[in-house]
């Protein structure tokens, strides 16, 4: 016996329960200057985090 493949799969339709982003969350995400503040803040937090452990 084989498993009938599903052929006709939505990916957002309301057998899936993931949420997809929203119109705000794709500006941020494709915004270059955000992720530029996002990289440095993030970039800050790790040296912090080094700098405690030596």
Not at 23 to 35: D, F, H, V
Request: hydrophobic content about 45%; aromatic content about 8%; overall charge positive.
């Amino acid at each position: 016996m084989s498993k009938k493949v599903e052929s006709n799969i939505k990916a957002y339709g309301n057998n899936f329960t993931t949420m997809t982003p929203g119109p705000l969350a794709i500006a941020m995400r494709t915004c270059k200057i955000w992720q530029l503040i996002r990289f440095v803040v993030i970039n800050i937090k790790m040296i912090i985090v080094v700098n405690k452990s030596h």
